[in-house]
């Protein structure tokens, strides 16, 4: 088992609700059989993280720690596996979540608009494809009634 000894980001930047964990020399050691490795950024150098869903994005990112001249190479999705990482991130995260909340709502209320935009749509649609039908069967009383709704519809909504 692999134990994270010290991990500290070098840099940390929050844009929408990314997270960017940045580390370098000497931020980021781990234990292996009582030895302690340093990382060193030669490969992957950072954590992608998304606060909504508290996922890490690059998993396949390589990262490499060093003891002389023995190296150990960890894709991140496996440092995550084998090691205590999760403890060592938690605080991060936490912190970093409490200064995206607005930032979250405002994506939740862009969302809310998008789902009533593609449901009018769908409406829309619906109303079109019923009309098509009252047509090809001649029901003319069902046709003026969905005229009628589709016009209410068309006004209800203003682009």
Do not use: C, W
Not at 10 to 19: C, D, S
Not at 72 to 85: A, T, W
């Amino acid at each position: 088992m692999i134990h994270v000894q010290f991990m500290k980001p070098f840099y940390t930047k929050v844009a929408g609700t990314k997270l960017r964990l940045v580390f370098a020399y000497q931020y980021f050691s781990i234990t292996k059989d009582e030895e302690i490795f340093h990382f060193i950024p030669i490969e992957g150098k950072e954590m992608v993280i998304d606060l909504n869903t508290m996922q890490i994005e690059n998993l396949s990112d390589v990262f490499v720690f060093q003891r002389g001249n023995r190296f150990i190479r960890l894709p991140l999705y496996q440092l995550l596996l084998v090691s205590n990482v999760h403890e060592h991130l938690m605080p991060i995260l936490e912190n970093a979540s409490v200064n995206v909340q607005p930032t979250t709502t405002t994506v939740k209320a862009e969302l809310n608009e998008e789902v009533e935009s593609i449901v009018r749509a769908l409406e829309e649609e619906n109303l079109e494809r019923l009309i098509d039908d009252a047509l090809a069967v001649r029901d003319e009383d069902l046709f003026y009634y969905l005229m009628m709704e589709k016009q209410k519809l068309g006004e209800g909504f203003v682009s």
